[in-house]
């Protein structure tokens, strides 16, 4: 089995998201910060080079492919900030109706800004993602 690339690291979080180039990416991103600490309660750990994750969750699929990730988290992508929820956006589709702009792939959502989102849907959104992950975990 392939092993995993992205993996919890010791690497300083806010260093991490001091670098990011955009000056409104940066300011996104601290705000997101903010808002995963408070909701899940936890510490930010940088997983791989890029995500910043909120708890662990480990996840088998039926295929047998197993792993450990974050319950939740989000990158500073270059073209935008990408959240990362379980099990993926088609679970949240009554929120996103009201959250605003933002575009969704197979197990990510993806905001241009934090500006263009409903700020207590996103909150919403994560805390119901720390749920679902804790209930597949149980």
């Not at 997101?32 to 600490?37: A, E, P």
């Amino acid at each position: 089995m392939a092993e995993l690339k992205t993996r919890q690291t010791g690497a300083d979080v806010t260093a991490f998201l001091n670098s990011v180039a955009d000056e409104q990416q940066r300011q996104d991103a601290f705000a997101l910060l903010k808002l995963m600490r408070q909701v899940t309660r936890l510490e930010p750990k940088l997983w791989g080079s890029s995500i910043v994750g909120f708890g662990r969750y480990h996840y088998k699929y039926a295929s047998g492919h197993e792993g450990d990730t974050c319950l939740v988290g989000f990158s500073p992508r270059k073209q935008n900030l990408t959240l990362y929820l379980t099990p993926g956006p088609d679970h949240y589709r009554d929120f996103l109706e009201t959250l605003g702009k933002h575009k969704t792939g197979k197990g990510c959502l993806y905001l241009k800004r934090l500006d263009d989102v409903h700020l207590p849907t996103l909150k919403a959104i994560v805390r119901e993602s720390v749920r679902a992950a804790r209930r597949q975990q149980a």
